[in-house]
């Protein structure tokens, strides 16, 4: 009779860096998020199509009830994207999570969480943030706000290919990325990313939201480039960036890029 493995050997479960976009709707209209989605999943299908994502109901003017959560889900789903949890706001959308029986992301409490909360609630610990993976929509679908980090760590220098499927996260700190990202990798850092080789994949640069971090790359083939949410993808590049040396940043909303080598 063969022997019952010991339950601390049936598992292996950890914590690491997720690919989640994150949804920010600005009012209750399920036809017109299923609209405004599946526009983004038919210009980038290889980015969103059946992308995990958190539904961000902080920025609606009112509370909504639990039927109406679940349509503005389903207009989610419709769209092909696949909702996973909502993001933590109030006391209200807590409550929803609960009867819809969904997870709350927890990272965002700090930036929704009323100022004259009441004493126990001020009291009351809290949860552990979840690991994140900036990558997020704009506009009505646009990213939540969070506060910038600060890179203060030394900067993280990467001297091996990225290849796809990979990722390289730099927390709270600079990324130096000696070698090539291929299509379908993916280096992300809380604050500005430097890239001496050919990009393919997606940079994601001030992942915490600091809106002062930049992305310069030596030869540029992106699939996407974000900074502090706010990103642009790219079906065909422009021939004027096509391999050439172009850094990426934030003007207001817009991201703009440029080339280095006029």
């Given at each position: 009779?063969?022997?019952?493995?010991?339950?601390?050997?049936?598992?292996?479960?950890?914590?690491?860096?997720v690919g989640?976009?994150?949804?920010?709707?600005?009012?209750?209209?399920?036809?017109?998020?299923?609209?405004?989605?599946?526009?983004?999943?038919?210009?980038?299908?290889?980015?969103?199509?059946?992308?995990?994502?958190?539904?961000?109901?902080?920025?609606?003017?009112?509370?909504?009830?639990?039927?109406?959560?679940?349509?503005?889900?389903?207009?989610?789903?419709?769209?092909?994207?696949?909702?996973?949890?909502?993001?933590?706001?109030?006391?209200?959308?807590?409550?929803?999570?609960?009867?819809?029986?969904?997870?709350?992301?927890?990272?965002?409490?700090?930036?929704?969480?009323?100022?004259?909360?009441?004493?126990?609630?001020?009291?009351?610990?809290?949860?552990?943030?979840?690991?994140?993976?900036?990558?997020?929509?704009?506009?009505?679908?646009?990213?939540?706000?969070?506060?910038?980090?600060?890179?203060?760590?030394?900067?993280?220098?990467?001297?091996?290919?990225?290849?796809?499927?990979?990722?390289?996260?730099?927390?709270?700190?600079?990324?130096?990325?000696?070698?090539?990202?291929?299509?379908?990798?993916?280096?992300?850092?809380?604050?500005s990313i430097?890239?001496?080789?050919?990009?393919?994949?997606?940079?994601?640069?001030?992942?915490?939201?600091?809106?002062?971090?930049?992305?310069?790359?030596?030869s540029f083939?992106?699939?996407?480039?974000?900074?502090?949410?706010?990103?642009?993808?790219?079906?065909?590049?422009?021939?004027?960036?096509?391999?050439?040396?172009?850094?990426?940043?934030?003007?207001?909303?817009?991201?703009?890029?440029?080339?280095?080598?006029?």
């Amino acid at each position: 009779m063969a022997a019952k493995p010991a339950a601390d050997s049936m598992c292996d479960l950890r914590f690491g860096q997720v690919g989640i976009a994150n949804v920010r709707v600005t009012r209750d209209d399920p036809a017109a998020l299923q609209a405004a989605l599946a526009e983004r999943v038919h210009k980038a299908p290889q980015l969103f199509a059946r992308a995990a994502v958190v539904l961000d109901l902080g920025h609606l003017p009112q509370d909504i009830d639990r039927d109406a959560t679940a349509a503005l889900l389903d207009a989610v789903r419709a769209a092909g994207m696949l909702p996973v949890a909502l993001a933590y706001g109030t006391r209200h959308i807590e409550a929803l999570a609960e009867a819809l029986n969904l997870p709350l992301i927890a990272k965002f409490r700090a930036a929704y969480e009323p100022a004259q909360a009441n004493t126990a609630a001020a009291a009351a610990p809290e949860p552990t943030p979840t690991p994140h993976r900036a990558r997020a929509a704009e506009a009505e679908v646009a990213p939540a706000a969070v506060s910038p980090a600060t890179a203060s760590a030394p900067t993280l220098h990467h001297a091996q290919a990225v290849r796809s499927g990979q990722q390289v996260y730099a927390e709270a700190r600079d990324l130096v990325v000696t070698a090539n990202v291929a299509a379908g990798a993916e280096v992300i850092s809380d604050g500005s990313i430097h890239i001496y080789g050919s990009l393919r994949g997606r940079a994601l640069a001030g992942a915490g939201g600091n809106q002062q971090a930049r992305i310069y790359c030596q030869s540029f083939h992106a699939e996407l480039v974000s900074i502090a949410g706010r990103y642009r993808t790219f079906e065909e590049i422009p021939d004027d960036l096509e391999g050439r040396a172009v850094q990426c940043w934030l003007e207001g909303e817009k991201l703009l890029i440029a080339r280095l080598d006029r």
